[in-house]
């Protein structure tokens, strides 16, 4: 190996050593030279090692933010388009929902006709009830006087009875007047 500057100026400084000596010390300084240039060398792959790995992870943390942003992108283009829909179904609604207010207060109008006839119909029908009553006093008074009448008709022409309980209801023996002559 060559000598460097450094080892000549010492070997001129230290002029008691012998020549063995001295290649001894320079093959020493050499060698923990080798050895500085050695580690040197390792400090240097070392730390561009280091420098890849910080690269490397400051890479991988971009990549999951990039990641992370994409995501959060989608998500709000999907709510964009739900809200779109929703804003979409809320206009179709809301027309819907004149329709169906115009047809309510149809409807309404029709339900206040209907209980106007309603109140009409419930009036003629206690009106008819009434006159129903009147005429079944009338038709009783009527049955009662025909009753009569045939019983007096029926004792001119000797019919027993003018009426007879058959399971509880009473039957008119008019018809029979014209049947019977005599009791038996």
């Not at 047809?103 to 206040?112: D, Q």
Request: proline share 2%; with cysteine; charged share 45%.
């Amino acid at each position: 190996m060559p000598r460097s500057r450094g080892t000549e100026m010492a070997l001129k400084q230290s002029p008691r050593t012998s020549p063995l000596q001295e290649r001894k010390r320079v093959a020493e300084l050499e060698s923990k030279l080798s050895s500085a240039l050695e580690e040197v060398k390792k400090l240097k792959e070392k730390l561009a090692r280091n420098e890849v790995e910080e690269l490397r992870v400051k890479l991988e943390e971009k990549e999951r933010k990039v990641k992370s942003f994409e995501t959060e992108n989608e998500r709000l283009r999907l709510e964009i388009k739900e809200v779109e829909v929703a804003h979409d179904k809320e206009k179709e609604l809301g027309a819907k929902l004149g329709c169906m207010g115009d047809e309510l207060n149809e409807i309404k109008g029709r339900v206040e006709e209907m209980k106007e006839k309603l109140e009409s119909v419930e009036k003629e029908k206690l009106v008819m009830e009434m006159e129903m009553k009147k005429m079944k006093v009338q038709m009783e008074q009527w049955r009662k006087a025909a009753e009569t009448a045939a019983a007096v008709i029926a004792e001119d022409h000797g019919v027993c009875s003018m009426e007879e309980e058959e399971g509880g209801r009473r039957k008119s023996l008019f018809g029979e007047f014209w049947k019977k002559k005599n009791c038996s």
